[in-house]
């Protein structure tokens, strides 16, 4: 029975469209390789919306591979603020389970993703 292959990559300081680029290269490597992939935003300071879609891409990426896709990890005073402007209800959500599903329904427009 074959081994389910885990992989956590940690963001921190800042995604904004300067690095966008290079951490999406990052994600789409560890995507060819692993089933389960979480995405650590625990040190993460500041995110721009380039950031947030990155997320929403690999949330969907995740799901036409058949893949877990997770963001995890406690959510800074300052994304909090950021996603809020932005119009996520960020105080009402309890994981980061939930904020996976809410940006992707918030921003994307999609209930079921």
Do not use: H
């Not at 963001?11 to 990052?26: F, G, H, L, S, Y």
């Not at 390789?33 to 990155?54: P, R, T, W």
């Not at 119009?87 to 999609?110: F, H, M, N, R, V």
């Amino acid at each position: 029975m074959a081994q389910t292959k885990t992989i956590t990559i940690k963001w921190d300081n800042a995604v904004t469209i300067e690095n966008v680029a290079q951490k999406k290269t990052e994600l789409l490597k560890v995507f060819n390789s692993n089933q389960e992939i979480f995405l650590d935003i625990s040190q993460l300071d500041d995110i721009d919306i380039s950031g947030v879609q990155l997320i929403i891409a690999c949330k969907k990426e995740a799901q036409i591979r058949n893949l877990n896709f997770k963001v995890t990890g406690d959510i800074s005073s300052n994304l909090r603020n950021f996603f809020q402007r932005i119009g996520i209800p960020i105080d009402k959500l309890t994981t980061t389970e939930q904020l996976s599903s809410e940006i992707l329904e918030t921003i994307a427009g999609d209930e079921n993703a």
